[in-house]
């Protein structure tokens, strides 16, 4: 009877009904030759252009509403506050995903349903395009040229924003990332760690394929959890730095800006991101996924 119920229950849990992709070549150069990969990079340049040029021009329209000069009678109570930045940032990434994740034109993207083209495209980030690679979902190929346009799309982004209201672009900071006053540089690095390390996490697992095939009844499930993720960490830490997360979101507000103060913190929003991504990867690949256990055959590891 035991051993009935054991087989029984393989039977019925044992199989998986999903596909883990392939890992992604460290180097591949016939990649080069496939248009597939120059319009995913096309589209991560338009996407965090957009994506830029809406959550900087709203930081620009909040700090301008709630200036005492502007608006003496109740500038405390004007304008979207921290809770409408933190959603121009998490919305922005929601709607981007959703409509970028699918445009590399991948084998995987037509192969398995919508969540998987989220490593092919989509990502409006460096960090993110790091952690994806460190994980092999990417090619250092395909990785360099998504980091290369998201901060060439960065840049414009913001370009545009101070190309359209100099005046308040100018007196209110370009909406640039800096370490705010009374925090320490190793508390802002900190910060921008732990909250790369929980947007990166959240897209691990909600690109996961196993995931994927429990879930694949809501096909916009993992634009959303992603989203939430930028605007959950954005509540954290806009008091601290402002909210990073994106080292080509806080380049592009620089370069535009281009004044000591942002220049002297970008380095906390570049190894901050980096790192925190990379914990991420590493969590999730060797820990919860057991990657490395499975390679080798130990701890009787099972997917």
Same mark, same amino acid.
């Given at each position: 009877m035991a051993k009935d119920i054991e087989v029984a229950e393989r039977g019925e849990?044992? /199989?998986? =009904?999903? &596909?883990?992709?392939?890992?992604?070549? @460290? %180097? =591949?150069? $016939? $990649? @080069?030759?496939?248009?597939?990969?120059?319009?995913?990079? *096309?589209? $991560? !340049?338009?996407? &965090?252009? @957009?994506?830029l040029y809406v959550t900087v021009a709203t930081v620009i329209g909040y700090k301008h509403q709630s200036d005492p000069d502007v608006n003496p009678a109740d500038a405390a109570c004007s304008g979207v506050g921290i809770l409408g930045i933190a959603w121009a940032f998490g919305g922005m990434i929601f709607i981007l995903v959703y409509c970028t994740a699918g445009v590399s034109g991948s084998s995987l993207c037509f192969a398995t349903a919508f969540v998987a083209c989220v490593l092919y495209g989509g990502h409006i980030n460096p960090a993110v395009t790091l952690g994806l690679f460190l994980a092999r979902k990417v090619s250092l190929v395909r990785a360099l040229l998504y980091m290369v346009a998201q901060c060439l799309g960065a840049i414009c982004g913001v370009g545009l924003v101070k190309g359209f209201q100099e005046a308040y672009f100018v007196r209110y900071g370009g909406g640039a990332n800096e370490l705010s006053a009374g925090y320490s540089k190793g508390t802002g690095l900190t910060a921008e760690i732990i909250g790369t390390f929980v947007l990166v996490y959240t897209v691990f697992a909600a690109t996961d394929p196993k995931r994927n095939a429990r879930d694949s009844h809501v096909p916009v499930l993992a634009p959303l959890p992603i989203g939430f993720a930028v605007f959950m960490v954005h509540l954290a830490t806009i008091p601290i730095?402002?909210?990073? *997360?994106?080292?080509? #979101?806080?380049?592009?507000?620089? %370069? *535009?800006?281009?004044?000591?103060?942002?220049?002297d913190d970008q380095w906390i929003f570049w190894v901050g991101p980096f790192v925190g991504a990379a914990i991420a990867a590493a969590y999730h690949q060797y820990v919860? #996924?057991?990657? /490395?256990?499975?390679? &080798?055959?130990? !701890?009787?590891? &099972?997917?």
């Open positions: 849990y044992g /199989g998986k =009904d999903y &596909t883990d992709p392939p890992p992604a070549p @460290l %180097v =591949d150069a $016939e $990649e @080069l030759t496939k248009w597939s990969l120059y319009r995913a990079a *096309i589209a $991560e !340049f338009v996407a &965090t252009m @957009l994506f730095t402002g909210t990073g *997360i994106n080292p080509a #979101r806080s380049l592009g507000a620089a %370069v *535009i800006y281009n004044q000591a103060k942002a220049w919860l #996924r057991a990657s /490395g256990a499975k390679a &080798t055959g130990s !701890f009787g590891s &099972t997917a």
